[in-house]
């Protein structure tokens, strides 16, 4: 029974955390996700929590669980959800604050010496010779041998 609860809790966590993480906000209360996202991870939690009492049961090595656990992962899951959303504040209130005397474009400067591999750059462009007043002419490239 161990081993279902454990299937059970770690995915209905797993699958409910990606609302916590794909957001800098409260997920459903400031920012609602799409409905094929809601849908898909209800799904999988759904069908992870009826498997255990499902005929694959003892092929996978499950036992059915009792009603007080469901109540238990109720707490468990809101338990690690709210852990996860502390955490996700801790770490973008620490890198919003960048650290002090540091350079701030060191990040679009790495990028671009990243990219600067995959892209393909234009021919430089040289810039027009001036001549100046009253010095010596460039010689002329015309081809023939000088004498």
Same mark, same amino acid.
């Given at each position: =029974?161990?081993?279902?609860?454990?299937?059970? %809790?770690?995915?209905?966590?797993? #699958?409910?955390? *990606?609302?916590? *993480?794909?957001? $800098?906000?409260?997920?459903?209360?400031?920012?609602?996700? #799409?409905?094929?996202?809601?849908? /898909?991870?209800?799904?999988?939690?759904?069908?992870?929590?009826?498997?255990?009492?499902?005929?694959?049961?003892?092929?996978?090595?499950?036992?059915?669980?009792?009603?007080?656990?469901? /109540?238990?992962?109720?707490? =468990?899951? *809101?338990?690690?959800?709210?852990?996860?959303?502390?955490?996700?504040?801790?770490?973008?209130?620490?890198?919003?604050?960048?650290?002090?005397?540091?350079?701030?474009?060191?990040?679009? +400067?790495?990028?671009? +010496?990243?990219?600067? +591999?995959?892209?393909?750059?234009?021919?430089?462009?040289?810039?027009? +010779?001036? $001549?100046?007043?009253?010095?010596?002419?460039?010689?002329?490239?015309?081809?023939?041998?000088? %004498?």
């Amino acid at each position: =029974m161990s081993r279902s609860g454990w299937f059970v %809790e770690s995915l209905a966590t797993q #699958s409910l955390v *990606i609302f916590a *993480i794909r957001t $800098r906000t409260v997920p459903f209360f400031r920012s609602h996700p #799409s409905l094929p996202l809601t849908l /898909a991870a209800l799904g999988v939690v759904l069908v992870g929590a009826v498997l255990p009492a499902s005929p694959l049961a003892a092929p996978l090595g499950f036992a059915p669980l009792p009603g007080g656990f469901f /109540a238990a992962l109720v707490v =468990m899951v *809101i338990g690690h959800l709210v852990l996860v959303e502390l955490g996700k504040r801790w770490f973008y209130r620490a890198a919003a604050t960048p650290p002090t005397g540091a350079p701030t474009d060191l990040g679009t +400067r790495f990028v671009r +010496r990243r990219a600067a +591999r995959f892209s393909v750059a234009a021919p430089p462009v040289r810039p027009l +010779r001036r $001549r100046r007043p009253g010095g010596p002419r460039p010689p002329a490239a015309t081809g023939a041998d000088p %004498e």
